[in-house]
């Protein structure tokens, strides 16, 4: 199992304690940065980190911001990633399950460090159900074939 890890400043400190939690593991960490804790734009972050987990099949990433909020929402504007925003073992859980997300995200500043380690369990553990949510997650794909479509139309 491999994972890309990023984060901004406000998820920064959570960095090196995630990796080494991935790396107790056994997962295989990449870290896209940043490399100190100066002030950054999660959009890069989030953008870095969903692209290299779409370029590379069967992995998966873990993004933190301050809230989680704004680097899940970057995230998902990548196409062909589902990046789910999780604030405990039960939501962590159910983003593989049910939404076969490939990214978890959360805050640093929202949620302590045992809760993370209990969400990397509960994401790393939890596989995709398929069966009726294969189609809803397929459905999820349609939007951004539309949206590919729709940004081709209008030139
Ligand atoms: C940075 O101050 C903060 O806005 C960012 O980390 C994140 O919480 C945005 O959603």
């Known amino acids: 199992m491999k994972f890309y890890i990023a984060t901004d400043h406000a998820g920064f400190h959570y960095k090196n ?3 080494e939690y991935l790396a107790s593991k ?4 990449v870290d896209l940065g940043p490399e ?10 989030a953008r870095k980190c969903a692209e290299a987990v779409r370029a590379d099949e069967g992995s998966f990433g873990i993004l933190i911001c301050g809230t989680g909020i704004g680097i899940s929402i970057a995230a998902n504007k990548v196409e062909g990633i589902r990046a789910a925003l999780c604030h405990d073992a ?3 859980a159910m983003s593989r399950a049910h939404n076969n997300a490939q990214i978890l995200c959360f805050g640093e500043r929202v949620v302590g460090m045992g809760v993370v380690q209990s969400m990397i369990d509960a994401f790393i553990q939890t596989p ?4 009726r949510h294969a189609g809803r997650v397929e459905k999820i794909g349609a939007i951004d074939m539309a949206r590919c479509s729709f940004s081709a139309d209008i030139g």
Do not use: N, S
């Not at 056994?26 to 960490?29: A, S």
């Open 17 to 19: 304690e995630v990796k």
């Open 26 to 29: 056994g997962v295989e960490v």
């Open 36 to 45: 100190t804790a100066e002030r950054v734009d999660y959009p890069d972050y």
């Open 90 to 92: 039960y939501t962590a």
């Open 128 to 131: 995709f159900e398929g069966g």
